[in-house]
């Protein structure tokens, strides 16, 4: 499938970005400098100097990460090697997520697409893989989001795989000790599930970022953004736990007509297993 997207060669390992005011992304690069930027900049440049396959970039950083997946899933449960696959997932840490899910799906099949935040798309190795959302309040911005979406339907509809955070945002914690779950999850998501022949395999990926972060975040999105580097650090050389739920066909998705019932279904599936969770469950999800 032809890409249109424009694309760009030089990663500026930066979270800071046209959505913010000068000041705030000047906040943003000072204190990713101090908080594990430069570790994570150069193990990048020792990635690119290693000249390894495109096709092993995920595992690759895993690997120089030092992060191993635990998968948790039933001896019959796999990822379907053909046809098209939507792959959903709650959205814990942030950049080690979309990470760890590519890596997973990499090792079974190249036709995939994840949908994530426009930052993240420099790695040259990948680029052709990720199908970025912008943030900025501007026309570019629009057409750039209404692209990756036409684009995401169009992989579905050619028998690929798209990999999506449905929150569109990291989870966050009521108070900054309490458990972090995503907000509410975004209405694209029924749209990419109810696509023909498409089936639906949720993954839900346990643990949180730290107690920092939860405090930053609430704070402001300038100190929330500002700390990512060290999140990604913080969860170096540690295993990631990833439950991987039953899928979903296409027939069980289409059955539930109502959109919002259908969010409310896939993204309970993804966090408890079952599509009905308690009152109590639920409003802590929202």
């Not at 092993?56 to 696959?85: C, E, M, V, Y």
Request: with cysteine; aromatic share 8%; net charge positive.
């Amino acid at each position: 499938m032809e890409q249109t997207l424009e694309t760009s060669t030089t990663p500026i390992f930066s979270f800071a970005n046209g959505e913010l005011h000068p000041f705030q992304n000047g906040i943003i690069r000072h204190l990713e400098r101090v908080t594990g930027q430069p570790k994570i900049k150069r193990l990048y440049l020792d990635y690119v100097d290693a000249n390894r396959p495109d096709e092993l970039f995920w595992s690759d950083a895993l690997d120089r990460l030092g992060i191993t997946i635990n998968l948790k899933k039933a001896a019959s449960q796999h990822i379907p090697k053909t046809g098209p696959l939507l792959i959903i997932s709650n959205h814990p840490f942030g950049v080690v997520d979309g990470i760890a899910l590519c890596a997973l799906i990499s090792q079974v099949r190249q036709d995939y697409k994840l949908i994530t935040h426009r930052v993240l798309r420099q790695a040259p190795a990948v680029m052709d893989k990720i199908l970025p959302i912008d943030f900025d309040e501007t026309d570019e911005a629009l057409k750039t989001n209404l692209e990756t979406r036409r684009l995401a339907v169009n992989e579905l509809l050619n028998g690929g795989v798209v990999i999506i955070f449905p929150s569109g945002a990291i989870s966050r914690a009521k108070r900054f000790v309490d458990k972090a779950v995503d907000p509410i999850w975004k209405k694209f998501v029924a749209k990419l599930a109810t696509q023909p022949e498409t089936q639906v395999l949720p993954f839900f990926i346990e643990g949180q970022n730290t107690p920092v972060f939860q405090f930053a975040i609430h704070c402001s999105q300038t100190l929330g953004y500002s700390l990512m580097f060290r999140e990604i650090c913080k969860r170096m050389y540690r295993p990631v736990n990833i439950q991987m739920r039953p899928i979903l066909t296409n027939q069980m998705i289409t059955d539930i007509t109502d959109r919002n019932q259908l969010v409310d279904t896939l993204r309970n599936i993804t966090y408890f297993g079952t599509a009905e969770a308690s009152d109590s469950i639920n409003n802590s999800l929202k």
